[in-house]
């Protein structure tokens, strides 16, 4: 049987009528940029994660810009990140023009360790990007204490996890900024880029808003350098429609994960990933950690398979040829992130997964 990592058309095709008709309402409009459908997807997604600004952008990586463009982050500075993440966390930071300090993670959640963390602080420190990973929360008691007590803004990276929450409160409405993206693999997949910056401050909201437009206001005034960060009014049509079924989306990864963990509790070869106490685990990616060195012969095995999956993260930040000037400056360890990039291996876990698909990854896992 085969099994993908995901399958996008899964979840498209048996919606194809409502996103046509969302396709025609806009093509009827003839309003192409910014406009009612941008609007309306930001209030909804603002309700939804209980922020009282949301601003439409068109990916998540230039929503980690905006909001590190709307903090004032630039050269000179430093911002602190794990180095177990997607790109896009430490890259936007470059391009400020700022420096990325990499920080190490906890091997249990995979989220960052604000004991290394606090190895990285210098008096350039600015900003912290905590990286709320694979669906999970960081802990968000403990990164906004250790901002206070070091004077630093908070973006909160949940490109992975729209909706997950940490003791009742949702990722990314914690802080500063929260930053989201629709890519095609995030849990609230687009048909294409798009992405979402969200903030409960006022003053924020605003610069972010005109940074998202060229920092242009009034038309053709321009009191700060921007650039064009907006969402297209079509792909956010499409993105209300597929909002709507995201309760379900994410209660069939829950599900999912669940069988998994189930069928999988009793297997040495590898380490299931935990859902912390207090906290809603959303399952972007259903992520083991393979021991004994093992983990590349078990990729091997499930694609002989014809069963999907992935390594989340094989080269950490630091290890990066772009960073390479950087590495000298490590001012922590990081070595669980060195030890995660040979251990993980992420299964597929997306809502559309049949039992039979499962149940054969399951097989294959017990059978390696
Ligand atoms: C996907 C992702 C991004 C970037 O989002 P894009 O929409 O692809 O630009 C940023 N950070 C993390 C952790 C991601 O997983």
Redo the contacts with the bound molecule.
Sequence with gaps: MNVPLLDVNAQNHPIAGELREAFDRVLETGRFIMGEEVEAFEAELAEFVGAKHAIGVS????A?LLALMALGIGPGDEVICPSF??F??AGCIARTGATPVFCDCHPDTFNIDFASAEECISDKTKAIIP?H?FGQSVDMDVCNAFAEKHGLKVIE?T??SLGAQYHGKSCGAMSDFGTY???PS?NLGGLG???LVVTQNDDLAEVAIKLRNHGMHPRYYHQMVGGNFRLDALQAALLRVKFNHYADYTRQRQENAAYYKERLADVQSFVLPIEQEGYTHIWNQFTLRVKDGRRDALKEHLMSNNIGCEVYYPVPMHHQQCFAHLSSDSRTSLSVTDQLAGEVLSIPVYPELETEQQDAVIAALKSF
């Design positions: 990916s998540g990586t230039d980690i993440t997607f896009a966390t990286v990973l990276d490109a992975q993206s629709f890519f995030k880029d798009g992405g």
